[in-house]
C-alpha cells in the first residue's frame, strides 16, 4: 500500500508541466480535484464502480484504437455513427487517464486526434444538404459541436503530457480551425439563440480554455456581431430572434431559461441542451471563477435541473412535450453529468443522492466523487416529486407548464401545457394535457414522429409526419376549432405570444387546480380550461375534473380529443361502425386519423370506460344528442409506416356560439390480475354531471356518484386573485367563498 | 418455550375424536401431517411467510363474517364474486385452523356454512340460462364444481372440531344434496370427459371422502352409466364423446392428458384442470393410498405438471394457445399447488424450488412445508426450460405441440402447432407457429376473445368475436387456403383426426428442427411445414428458417399470416395504402380484418423489418411480383370493442397448383435504446433466400447474407426417419447425407 502511494505521488510529480500558466487539466476536472479523487479511490463507493463501467467501455478500444472515416453518412450511417462513438469514447480515455495514470489511455486519445488532424484539413461541407448548417465531421454542425465539446475534455486531460510540439500541430492543424469553422465560419450557426447553438457556444469555449485562446473564450460567451438577415432554419424557427441583441452563451442562458429553469423547447431538448450548459458552467468555474457562473441568473442552471427532475413520470421519463422521443429520461448521459453538479454546486441536496443511486453510475469528476461519498456515508433521502408550476418565458409571465400529483409519489402526474410554443420544436397545443397513473400513460402526448439515430427512418431525422401530424392540434388533447390547428400551424405567430396563466392553486393536496386561457390561438375564440385533482375518500383514486370552456360570438365546430391507451370496454353511446374507414379530414393532422365508429352523445353525460394494464378508467362528459361522439386511430396517409397506430375517441360539438362548456370527470379505479383473474371496481363510481352555470362571471358544475353523493364546483371566469370574495345564489342557497373557486359537498336530503 | 409445547400438546388431545373411523383433517393434509408442519413452523421458512400472508386475507373477515347472497349474478357481478372468495377465503380459514389452532378460523367456517346450509335447500339453479348446466350457486353447474372442491377442504378441516349434529345436519342439508346435485341430477355435466367434469368429479369425490360416503366416491371415481345422447355443449364441443365408454376422475386422467402429460384443451385450461386433478389426487392418496394416484398411468399427473412449465416463456405465462386468456401463468394459485405436489409426489425435484422460490409462497398443507424446508436447506437449482416435444392423444399419436429453445434460457420460445384439435376450446390453427423472444412476442397467437370476470365485457364470458374472430383460422400464423377456415370452421371434424409428427429433432442444439403435415384441414391440399431454429456465429441471434410447403392438384389461393408486434419500420415493397379501409373478406375472421395497404411482392425475396421494445426483427421471404404483400389490422366487424387493434402482415399467392413453398428467414437483431438514443444492428443480416428444389422428394433452399455466406438446407419429403441415406446432386456437386436434414455452408468461390 505504501509502495502503492508512493508510486502515485512520484507519478504527479513527473507529470507536473514544466511551463504554460495554466495548470491542467482544468475543463471537466482540476489537477487538485485529481488528487483528491485519486485518494478516495477504492473504497467501494458509486465512483469505483463507475470507473469500472468506463473502463469495460474504453478497454476495447485501447489495442484497435478508433476508427476515423471519411464523413458520409447521416445518423445512423456508419460513419455518423463511428464518430459519434469516437468524441463519447475520447472524453472517457482522457478521464480515465487522468485518474488511473494509465497512459495506454493518454495513448488513444493522441493517436485519435492525430487521425482526425490528418483527415480535417481537407475535409469540405458534408456531402448531405439537408441541414442549414453543414458540419463537416457530420451532416449538421450541431453534431460537429457536440464533438468538440467532448473531444475538448479529452484533449484538456492530456494537454500536458503531450509535447509541445504535438499541441501546437493540434491546435494549428484541427482545433482552432474547427473553432473558427463553427463560428465564424458559421455565424447562422454560432449566433442564434437556439440549442445548436448553445453547444457551438460551449464547444469553442471550451477548446479556447484548453488553448488559453481568449478570444475563443470571449467569443463563446458573448456572440459575434449580430447580423440583420431574418433567415429561418429547417426546423421552422427563426434563425435570429425578433430584437435579438446579443448572443454567445450567457445570452442563452439569458433567453432560453424562465427564472423556473423551464427551458421552452421543452424537457426532452433541455434534457440535450443542459450538457453543454453545465460542462462549459463547469469548464467556467474551474478556469474562470470570477464569472460565477453556477450563480448566474439566481443559479439559474441549477435550477434547470430541478425542472427538468420535475419533468418526468414515475419512471423517470421526461414528459414528451414539442419534439420529443419517448422514454427519454434522467438515466441519460445528460442527467448524470446534471445529478452531480446539482448536488456540488447547488445545495448538497442529498434528495438528488436518491436519483443518482437509481443511475448507477457518477461521471467521473470530482463532483461525481462528492455525491459517490455522500452516497457512501449514507445521507441519501428520497426525491419527492411535487405538483409545481414552471413558469415559461425569460421573465416568467409566459404561460407554464401546470403539473398537479396526487400525494402519492407517482401515483398520478397531470400536466397542462400552457407555456410558450417552443420555437421550432413548438407543438400546436395549448391548453392540452395529458396523465400519467403511476409508470403507465393514460392520456398521452404523441411526442415526435421521429426514430433518433434509427437510419430505415429517413436517417433518424425528423419525419415528414412530425409535421402533418405530431404538431399538429388534433393529436393533442385539446378541443381543435374547425377542424384546424392553434394558428393556423404558423409557427411565427404561435411563438409571438403564450397563453395566460389563470390559476395554479396547490395550498390543498386535496383540491388542487390549475387553470389558463388562450384568447389568440383562434381568433375570435376565448379558450378557457381548468382542471382539478380532487381527492376524496369518496373515490378510490383523486379524480380529474376538466372543464374546457369555449367562448366566441361566431358558431365555431368543436371537437376535444382523448388520447387513451389501451382497451375500450363499455360506453353508453351507442356507436355505429363504419364499414369502410375514412379519414376524418384532409388537413391539420385529420387526414391521419382513421374514423372508426361514431354515435350521438348520450342526453346527460357520456360515459367511456377503458382498461390498460392493470387498471380501468372511466370518463364521464356532458353531452347531448346533437353532440357526436367518434372512435379512431392514428394511421392514415402514412405510406412509410412512421405513425403508431394508437386509438382515441372524441367529443364533437358543432355549430356552437357563445358559451360552451366541455365538463369531464376521468376516474382511474379498480384493478384486474390476468393470473388471479379477480376484477375489482371494474365500473366507475360518477353516475352524473351537471352544468348549473357557465356565464362569463362562473361556471358552476355539479356531480354525483352512484352512492348519490353530490359535489358543486364553482370558479370565477374574472376574478383570479385569492384575495377575491365571492357570493353566488345556488339552488335557492346562498354560497360565499374566498379565492377564485370553491368546492364542497351537498346533503341532497335536507 | 416447554409452556408453549405444553399447551400445543393439549390442544392436540383435546381435538382428538372421540368416534369416527377416519381421523381428520384427511384431503389435503392428514393429522399426522399437521403435527409435522406444526413441528416446524418458526425457522423463517417460505411456509412462515406464506402463512403470514393467507393470515392476512382470512382475518380481515373473522369478524365481520363472510356474505351468503342469494345467487342472482354472471361472473363479474356482486353474488357471483362474493361466492367465489366464499371458498377461496373458507379453505384457507380451515387450514389455518388446523395449523395455528386457533379457533376463530374454525368458528368463520362453520358460521359461513350455516349460511349457505340455510339459504341452499331454497335454492332453484340459477336464473341466468346461459348454460347448458346451469348451477345453484354461480349460473354455471362448473362454478358450484369449483365451490365444493374447494370447501370440502375447509370443511374437512373442522370436521371433527364439529359436534356430532352439526355435522350431520351440514351432511344432510347442505353437502349430500350438493353433491347430488352435481352428479345425478345433472348427469350431462358430471359424466362428460372435460375440464368442467374433472371439477365435478373431484368436488363429489372430495366431499365424499370427509363424509365417510363411498358411494359418491365411486361416483366420482368411475363416473354414473354413460348415456345414449349426442348432446352438444354451449363451447360447441361434445357432451360425450365418440365411443366414451368410461366416465369419473380416472377416465378423465386417462383421457385427457397424452403420455407427455399434454392436455388437448392446452396449457391454459390445462392450468385451470391441474387443479381438482391434483387436489382430488392428494386426497385419493391420503385417504385411499392404495389407489396409487400418483403412479397411475406412469405418473402421468406429474407429468402434467411439467408439461405445464415447458408451455411457457421467459415470464412463466403459458402459450396462449387455443381459448385462452395471455397473461395467465406459473404465478397461478394452481401452478402454487402443483409446484409443491410435483416436489413431494414426483422426484423431489431441486429446480423445482427455484420457481417455487418465484412464486414467493407455498400452499399450506405438507408438501408446501416439504419445499418451503428444501429452499431453506438450499437445495435450490435453476430450472432450465429445454426444447420439448409434447405428443397429444391418450396414446401420444395424435399430433403434438413442438417447442424449440434457443440455448440461452428463455432467449427464444418458438412453438409450433399440430396437435389436437383440442375440443370446444380449439383453434383452426393447424401448423401455425408463434415465437418470443425473451419476455416479449415476435408472432403472437391472439388467444380468445375474453375478459375472464370482467362483468362489463359480457359477463365476462366468451365474446361473440371468440368464434367469428380468434378461432378462424386467418387469426393465427398459418396458411389460409382460399379464405377459408381449416375443416371450414366444424368442431366434429377438426376433432377426428389430428396432423402427423414428421420430424422433431434437437439433438443437434444449434440446427433444431420440427416438421409435421395436414392432409385433412383443407380437402385436396397437402400441408408440409418444417421450421429450424439455426445458431450459427454469422448471425447474433439463432434464425428461423420457415418452409412452408403447400401441394395440391387445383388451384388455389394460399395467403400466409404474420402477426408481429410493434413497429414497422422498413421494407423492399412499394406499397400503395388504401385511401378508404375496407375489410379483408366477409366470413371466416377476414371480416375483423382491415386491409391497410398493399403491393406487390419482391422479385427473389420480399424484406419487412420491423421493432418492437428494443429489438429489431427482419422477415425475408422467397415472393415474385405475381404474389402480393398486404398489411392489415384487426378490428373491423367489431361494434362493441371486443378485439385488439393488433397488425398483421400478409403474404399471398394466388391461383397456385402443383407445389408451392413459403420459404422465409426470421432474424432477430440489433438493439436501440430510447435513453442512449443508440441503434446497433438495426438491419437484418439476411440478403437472399433461392428456393432451389421442392419436389415430392426433396426441398432444398440456399440462403444468403451481407457478406455473401450461403448456407443449403436440404429436406427430405418422404423419409423421415434418422436412419435414412440420402444423395442429391445439386449444382453439379453431390451431397450425401443421413437422416432427414441437412444443413451445410458453401463456400462460394472454390
Ligand atoms: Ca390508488
Ligand atoms: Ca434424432
Ligand atoms: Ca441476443
Ligand atoms: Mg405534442
Ligand atoms: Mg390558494
Ligand atoms: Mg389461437
Ligand atoms: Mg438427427
Redesign the pocket.
Known amino acids: 500500500m505504501k509502495e502503492f502511494i508512493y508510486i502515485l505521488v512520484s507519478a504527479i510529480i513527473v507529470q507536473t508541466p514544466l511551463f504554460g500558466q495554466q495548470a491542467y487539466p482544468t475543463l471537466s476536472v482540476t489537477k487538485g480535484e485529481v488528487v483528491e479523487i485519486r485518494a478516495a479511490l477504492g473504497q467501494g463507493t458509486l465512483f469505483d464502480t463507475s470507473i469500472e463501467k468506463v473502463r469495460a467501455q474504453v478497454d476495447q478500444f485501447v489495442t484497435t484504437g478508433l476508427d476515423v472515416p471519411v464523413p458520409k453518412d447521416l445518423a445512423g450511417g456508419y460513419t455518423h455513427e463511428q464518430h459519434k462513438k469516437n468524441f463519447l469514447i475520447l472524453q472517457k480515455a482522457g478521464l480515465l487517464f487522468q485518474i488511473t495514470e494509465e497512459e495506454k489511455y493518454a495513448i488513444l486519445v493522441k493517436e485519435t486526434l492525430f487521425k482526425y488532424r490528418e483527415m480535417y484539413p481537407k475535409l469540405e461541407r458534408h456531402p448531405s444538404t439537408k441541414s442549414y448548417a453543414r458540419g463537416k465531421l457530420f451532416w449538421q454542425c450541431l453534431n460537429d459541436a457536440n464533438w468538440l465539446v467532448y473531444v475538448s475534455q479529452a484533449y484538456d486531460c492530456i494537454y500536458d503530457w503531450l509535447s509541445v510540439k504535438e499541441r501546437k500541430e493540434l491546435n494549428k492543424e484541427l482545433f482552432v480551425p474547427m473553432a473558427n469553422f463553427l463560428s465564424v465560419e458559421t455565424p447562422r450557426f454560432f449566433n442564434r439563440l437556439h440549442n445548436h447553438s448553445t453547444w457551438a457556444n460551449a464547444a469553442v469555449g471550451m477548446i479556447g480554455l484548453v488553448m488559453e485562446n481568449e478570444d475563443l473564450v470571449q467569443k463563446a460567451l458573448y456572440g459575434l456581431p449580430i447580423s440583420k438577415e431574418g433567415l429561418k432554419d429547417n426546423d421552422g424557427g427563426s434563425i435570429t430572434l425578433k430584437g435579438q441583441k446579443e448572443a454567445g452563451f450567457l445570452a442563452q442562458i439569458d433567453f432560453s431559461f424562465s427564472p423556473d429553469g423551464y427551458y421552452t423547447e421543452g424537457p426532452y431538448y433541455q434534457r440535450y441542451a443542459m450538457y453543454p450548459f453545465l460542462i462549459f458552467a463547469l469548464a467556467l468555474d474551474n478556469a474562470k471563477p470570477d464569472v460565477k457562473i453556477f450563480e448566474y441568473n439566481n443559479e439559474v442552471l441549477i435550477k434547470g435541473v430541478y425542472a427538468l427532475l420535475n419533468q418526468t413520470n414515475a419512471k423517470g421519463e421526461f414528459f414528451?412535450?414539442?419534439?420529443?422521443q419517448k422514454g427519454m429520461s434522467y438515466f441519460s448521459r445528460e442527467l448524470k453529468l446534471a445529478l452531480s453538479l446539482a448536488f456540488q454546486y447547488g445545495s448538497k441536496d442529498s434528495s438528488l443522492l436518491s436519483l443518482i443511486e437509481l443511475q448507477k453510475s457518477v461521471p467521473l469528476i470530482y463532483s461525481g466523487m462528492q455525491a459517490a461519498l455522500a452516497i457512501k456515508a449514507g445521507k441519501t433521502v428520497p426525491f419527492v416529486k411535487k405538483s409545481v408550476m414552471l413558469r415559461d418565458g425569460a421573465k416568467g409571465d409566459e404561460g407554464a407548464i401546470g403539473i398537479l400529483r396526487a400525494d402519492k409519489e407517482g401515483e398520478i402526474d397531470l400536466i397542462m401545457k400552457y407555456a410558450k410554443h417552443g420555437m421550432g420544436h413548438g407543438?400546436f397545443?395549448r391548453l392540452?394535457y395529458s396523465m400519467f397513473y403511476g409508470e403507465q400513460e393514460v392520456l398521452q402526448?404523441?411526442?415526435?414522429a421521429r426514430w433518433v439515430n434509427i437510419n430505415q427512418k429517413d436517417g433518424g431525422g425528423y419525419l415528414k409526419e412530425n409535421k402533418t401530424w405530431?404538431?399538429q392540434t388534433v393529436?393533442?388533447n385539446t378541443v381543435v376549432v374547425d377542424e384546424k390547428s392553434q394558428f393556423r400551424g404558423k409557427v411565427k405567430a404561435a411563438d409571438a405570444i403564450a397563453p395566460s396563466s389563470y390559476i395554479f392553486d396547490i395550498d390543498n393536496p386535496n383540491l388542487q387546480v390549475v387553470s389558463a386561457k388562450d384568447t389568440n390561438c383562434y381568433e375570435g375564440v376565448e379558450l378557457h380550461r381548468t382542471i382539478v385533482l380532487l381527492k376524496d375518500s369518496s373515490f378510490e383514486n383523486p379524480l380529474v375534473l376538466d372543464l374546457f370552456a369555449v367562448n366566441s360570438e361566431e358558431e365555431h365546430d368543436l371537437l376535444l380529443p382523448y388520447y387513451y391507451k389501451g382497451q375500450l370496454m363499455q360506453t353508453n353511446v351507442d356507436f355505429t361502425q363504419s364499414s369502410t374507414l375514412s379519414t376524418m379530414g384532409e388537413t391539420d393532422g385529420f387526414q391521419h386519423l382513421w374514423k372508426e365508429a361514431e354515435g350521438k352523445g348520450a342526453e346527460g353525460v357520456t360515459q367511456i370506460n377503458w382498461f390498460d394494464k392493470a387498471t380501468f378508467f372511466t370518463l364521464t362528459s356532458t353531452t347531448t344528442a346533437s353532440d357526436n361522439i367518434i372512435t379512431a386511430h392514428i394511421g392514415a396517409n402514412d405510406p412509410n409506416f412512421n405513425l403508431r397506430h394508437d386509438p382515441a375517441f372524441f367529443i364533437q360539438k358543432k355549430g356552437k356560439k357563445g358559451r360552451t362548456l366541455f365538463a369531464s370527470i376521468l376516474e382511474t379505479h379498480g384493478n384486474y390480475s390476468r393470473v388471479s383473474e379477480f376484477a375489482n371496481n371494474a365500473a366507475g363510481s360518477i353516475s352524473n354531471i351537471t352544468i348549473i352555470d357557465n356565464t362569463s362571471e362562473y361556471t358552476v358544475v355539479d356531480f354525483t356518484n352512484k352512492q348519490d353523493e353530490e359535489w358543486t364546483f364553482i370558479i370565477s371566469n374574472k376574478q383570479h386573485s385569492d384575495d377575491s370574495k365571492h357570493r353566488l345564489t345556488i339552488k335557492n342557497r346562498e354560497i360565499k367563498w374566498g379565492g377564485p373557486f370553491t368546492l364542497f359537498k351537498n346533503e341532497l336530503e335536507q
Chains 1, 2 share one sequence.
Do not use: Q, W
Not at 402526448?445 to 415526435?448: Q, S, T
Open positions: 414528451p412535450l414539442n419534439d420529443a407543438h397545443d392540452s402526448d404523441y411526442g415526435a405530431a404538431k393529436a393533442h
